[in-house]
């Protein structure tokens, strides 16, 4: 079966630093770009971060960059989000999602909720 | 940044009835790279239409895409019970940005 699951979020303090995880399956990773989007409670998507199939290309939202660091794993067909200086606008489910070679998102996974409070 | 405006914010019709929601950019999208996709509550957003008016795999005819430049339209031909959703246009042409969302309720 073809999926992503996320895996990693939970409660933080701010200033904290969280390590999401999204683990690929049924299709070849390595050769597809991957993103992070997010969607704070009861609001819309926000693009966070993407990442080319080998890596060497990435971008990022202004709203995190200097805090978050997106990497890959394709020997072991996963990506991940590194994310440190947390503040409570952060906020939100976490959905990685894969990149058709077009620019469109056409498979998401589930989700982690990250909370950011004291 | 491409902004995008969806509308309206909320939209009430009947299972049965038509369906059209507009999705509006601050400038133009390159090659109608304009997307659309459906969101439940609990779920992960669901690719509809890629490319302005493409339909993704599996997705029911009665979704058509339409639109170029700065105005796009989704359109649901008839209702059924399970496209009550929130729905998202993003535009991928320019980095990647998403409308705010248009909530479709049952009347």
């Known amino acids: 079966e073809v999926q992503l699951v996320e895996s990693g979020g939970g409660l933080v303090q701010p200033g904290g630093s969280l390590r999401l995880s999204c683990a690929a399956s049924g299709f070849t990773f390595s050769s597809y770009e991957m993103n992070w989007v997010r969607q704070a409670p009861g609001k819309g998507l926000e693009w966070v971060s993407y990442?080319?199939?080998?890596?060497?290309?990435?971008y990022y939202a202004d709203s995190v960059k200097g805090r978050f660091t997106i990497s890959r794993d394709n020997a072991k067909n996963s990506l991940y989000l590194q994310m440190n200086s947390l503040r409570a606008e952060d906020t939100a489910v976490y959905y990685c999602a894969s990149n058709h070679i077009e620019g469109y998102f056409d498979l998401w996974g589930r989700g982690t909720l990250v909370t950011v409070s004291s | 940044e491409i902004v995008l405006t969806q509308s309206p914010g909320t939209l009430s019709l009947s299972p049965g009835e038509r369906a059209t929601l507009s999705c509006r950019a601050s400038?133009?999208?390159?090659?109608?790279?304009l997307a659309w996709y459906q969101q439940k509550p609990g779920q992960a957003p669901r690719l509809l239409i890629y490319?302005?008016?493409s339909r993704a795999t599996g997705i029911p005819d009665r979704f058509s895409g339409s639109g170029s430049g700065t105005d796009f339209t989704l359109t649901i031909s008839r209702l059924e019970p399970e496209d009550f959703a929130v729905y998202y246009c993003?535009?991928?042409?320019?980095?990647?940005?998403f409308g705010q969302g248009t909530r479709l309720e049952i009347k």
């Open positions: 490319g302005a008016s």
């Open positions: 990442i080319s199939s080998s890596g060497s290309t990435i």
């Open positions: 993003q535009q991928y042409g320019s980095s990647h940005t």
């Open positions: 400038q133009s999208v390159s090659s109608s790279y």
